[in-house]
């Protein structure tokens, strides 16, 4: 590729950002791509189809998915994580942690065409290993380490650490939002993630950049239910 089309590439992709931004700001539908189909994809998924948003779940085995999306209603459908992926202007990433790196080794190009790809999932000793949680950890945590395994994609962490169980009854708390602390370093992913976050009825509150994505796990001080000032009181004490 010459100097020239490459500039004309990179102009004519930052250019089409805004434009998606831009229509989730108008409040019309994100396609969105979820890489899982488990209890906290199937819970945040069918927040966004209430919002209005197609959904498409994915798993290794998408027939399993039928009931699911039947449940959901004609804005879910169920494919492949390839589909998912490319079906999704938004994706998420919903999935055990130590499986990151090998959606990275088979997704990583496509997932950086997207204009936000939120990273849910978190490494949790008891279900990925104690080894893996410590490299992790020794390697800045989630968050650095999702951005490593998925190169050049727009990674903002959220929803991280709110149970599945409770995410339908936390939504849209009249005039007592919950906050969801995010981390992220793109302005433009980061600006979606929010919308997206307040459209189903949650108030997100920016903690840092994808470096704090170490706090958005279960069992540290941001974990759980927190309104949006007390989220902000707890990150201001954090390094
Ligand atoms: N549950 C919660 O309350 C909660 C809350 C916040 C964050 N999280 C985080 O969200 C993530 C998922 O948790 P969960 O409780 O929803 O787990 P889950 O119910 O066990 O679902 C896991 C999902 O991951 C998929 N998956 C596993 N390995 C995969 C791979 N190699 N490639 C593609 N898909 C794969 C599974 O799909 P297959 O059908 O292909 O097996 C399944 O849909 C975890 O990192 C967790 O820490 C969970």
Known sequence: MTKRVFLLTVVLSLAALPRIAGAQATG??????????GRESGALGALFVKAGHPVMFSSRNPENLKSLVAGLGPLAQAGTVAEAIAFGDVVLIVIPYAAMEQIGQAHAGALAQKVLVMDVSNPIARRDGEDFVKSVGAQGGPGLMTAKFLPGARVVRAFNAIGAGRLAELAQRAGNPVGVPIAGDDSQAIAVAQSLI???????????????????VPGTPLAGEHTPAEIRQIAGGLQ
């Open 198 to 216: 307040r459209e189903i009825g949650f108030e997100p509150v920016l903690v840092g950049g994808l470096d704090k994505g170490k706090y958005l």
């Open 28 to 37: 019309s539908p994100m396609k969105i791509g979820m890489v899982g189909a």
